[in-house]
């Protein structure tokens, strides 16, 4: 019976088939211990009649062999949810005739991200690549459980809304160039108004010159909108759906974390309430931490991580200047100067999530687009919105590949997504 | 109490509050009948109180009005689901001053496509995007449920595979060009080494001077990649996940499939086992019809239908000869001319569908690459997964605007997504 290695614990005692590839050996010369991984999990098999065919394959098997392995399911003499595979026969698939190339020394990035392709099969990345699939099928199925409907927006947008510097463009037959997308947003913000409450989740382009720690050319992002809902509503939200991929991560991915030696207790802690704080208050904070406040800037890296670390759980800084936010967002009725917005930041990390309430008056929004020198003809059916039915509405961005890098206390966002696009790497 | 439209059913009786358009309305001097939306459904408000503010208000009400309307809920007179809101009170977000440009009359596509931002704001319009979304959900979560990962594939690629007269391309740092990508596929190939089974689902772009009723040239593309799975296997998948979506759209878009008047038998015939037919013995079928036989070649797209519409439910059109299709096919091994493959077609429509096993010798794989004009180099990381470890597989793709356009039976796949790009067409 063909099973998957997830599945031994449903098995024990019983005689089964795997299928998969054998990426480490110890070999006593009386036994063979065969590490084998099959995509669904990992286990031992072991081979003991020396005199065996099995055996003898065993002995000959090389790293990231493919085979398929009968045996009988045992658990582990010491640890209680490990099980083993005690080996009767091995039938080969391929035995590389060429090493490895990822070996068990030490390789630098750049050799590692030369060979994606491989990498991929090491546990630590296939388990990051798990977390991943759980972090965007509870997203999606957050949404979908609370009536919302995806509304993908388009790559292809014809304006160059906020200058062209951090933007690819393509040529697009003769309606001149086309430029990808930075957000979705501003498509979720036309849906509403036949569906309610809706979401994006696709890639997004940025042609930055920037070559950090957080930095992508290409990344997923996720764009919720919904009408009739205010910023508080909006945090609520927010909030809410943080809460469900953190308990949907520590439910279905737990053998991930303890590979990915991830501090637990840190993700244990993400329970609502947040906490919420004015973006002038968190200035106030950090000048008493030394730094030199600027209460009409936005925070620089440093100043965003030292703030993220005041707290114990996520936390809201509300209330941004308008000077440094985008065009699009809804002034504070008890301040001109700030808008209605907040971003999200992480212990650790910094911000993951951004999002406001949008400016819903048609002469003040075309005063903004007007005030951060955009042209109202780029606009004029984002305008439409504000002139037929317009509603108070909100919504938020988060950037996947940040929320996996923080998920999995990854130094690089780069292992966050199967095939990273960086300013020097475009291959595999 | 604030409730959604589509909850009404639970509260018969009850005084609530809705948000949401006014997108109708008759009046007879005595009462008003305001028809609304909400996002989640349709009701319609009656009012029939002359002297109340609330008959004054809806009086005023110009078409799009946003409103907050406060009433008692009732069941319809004549139609037994059907709920209605007797009015006590409106509060009006916005009464629009400039008349809807969507009105009751006839819109040619040019300009309802020019106005899509509004347009998704209609009755058909809504109905196709939920359609759209219980797909899209439910694809993913037939994954998850069967232990796949989500492999997202990049979007950037670094060669043009198949020439690049049907590829974007931008100007991509000190890279040179890179490629926006037709296909996850090969990205796919390479993760189930690591994880076994995997699907990527994102858009494609396609720079074809095609302007027919199937292009779009952003769409969205789904892959998934299975490691020991043979093409029939890879088959039963197929068939599986099909059944599934219709299904659930079955189960969660009743209300919907009525607005868009689909022959729901057509639907509910979609269930196991599906036809299957040898590409050779189809064109004998077609011969047989009328169609002058041409066993080995691909079909047109009159001669596909044809072939489709042959069959009462999907139909799996296998065996294509290797040189239509792409190098990566396994050869049938009793006839080198043929790939072990299929098409699934739809009855009504054509492919929606393509799959097949995977060459899985790197020697083979390395002559198909040749035979077909590639150059080695560029698939080097490709054919090293021939060489590690290799292990039979094979996977399918499927374009959720084709499948749309089929659930909800449209004329023009532009209407499947929500903001469509063609050749012609950049905007909103």
Chains 1, 2 share one sequence.
Not at 169 to 188: I, M, R, W
Not at 219 to 246: G, L, P, S, T
Not at 380 to 394: A, E, F, N, Q, T
Request: aromatic fraction near 12%; hydrophobic fraction near 40%; include cysteine.
């Amino acid at each position: 019976m063909s099973v998957a290695i997830k599945d031994f614990k449903d098995n024990v005692g019983k005689s089964v088939t795997i299928q998969g590839w054998m990426f480490n050996k110890r070999s006593s010369g009386k036994v063979a211990f065969l590490e084998l991984r099959d995509g669904s999990g990992e286990t031992q098999g072991v081979v003991v009649q020396v005199s065996s065919e099995a055996f003898k394959i065993a002995q000959e098997l090389n790293l990231e062999a493919s085979v398929e392995v009968t045996g009988t399911v045992s658990r582990h003499p010491k640890f209680k949810d490990k099980f083993e595979l005690q080996v009767f026969a091995i039938k080969v698939f391929q035995n590389p005739t060429e090493e490895y190339p990822i070996g068990k020394k030490e390789h630098g990035p750049e050799f590692l991200l030369d060979n994606r392709h491989l990498w991929l099969r090491s546990r630590r990345q296939a388990a990051i690549q798990k977390i991943r699939h759980t972090a965007m099928y509870s997203i999606m199925d957050f949404f979908d459980k609370r009536g919302f409907t995806r509304i993908d927006a388009p790559i292809f947008t014809p304006n160059a809304c906020e200058g062209t510097t951090t933007l690819f463009s393509v040529d697009y037959f003769d309606e001149g160039k086309a430029y990808l997308s930075q957000s979705g947003q501003l498509y979720q913000e036309a849906a509403i108004f036949g569906l309610g409450k809706v979401y994006d989740f696709g890639p997004v382009f940025r042609a930055e010159k920037s070559k950090t720690r957080r930095h992508l050319t290409e990344f997923w992002m996720m764009d919720a909108e919904m009408a009739f809902h205010d910023q508080k509503m909006n945090m609520d939200v927010q909030e809410a759906m943080f809460v469900y991929i953190v308990e949907k991560v520590l439910e279905k991915n737990m053998p991930e974390l303890v590979v990915l030696e991830r501090n637990v207790e840190e993700l244990q802690r993400v329970k609502g309430p947040f906490h919420h704080i004015k973006h002038k208050d968190a200035w106030k904070k950090l000048a008493d931490a030394g730094f030199a406040p600027r209460e009409n800037d936005d925070f620089g890296a440093d100043e965003e991580i030292a703030l993220a670390n005041m707290f114990d759980r996520p936390v809201f800084v509300e209330n941004y200047p308008a000077g440094v936010k985008a065009f699009y967002m809804k002034r504070d009725p008890s301040d001109d100067s700030r808008v209605l917005c907040a971003d999200m930041l992480l212990p650790g990390y910094g911000e993951v999530i951004g999002g406001s309430q949008r400016e819903d008056d048609y002469n003040i929004l075309l005063g903004c687009i007007k005030d951060h020198g955009l042209k109202e003809s780029d606009f004029s059916w984002y305008l439409d919105l504000r002139k037929y039915g317009s509603v108070p509405h909100s919504g938020f961005g988060i950037g996947l590949e940040r929320m996996v890098t923080w998920l999995c206390a990854l130094p690089h966002v780069r292992e966050s997504i199967p095939f990273p696009r960086l300013i020097n790497r475009l291959r595999p």
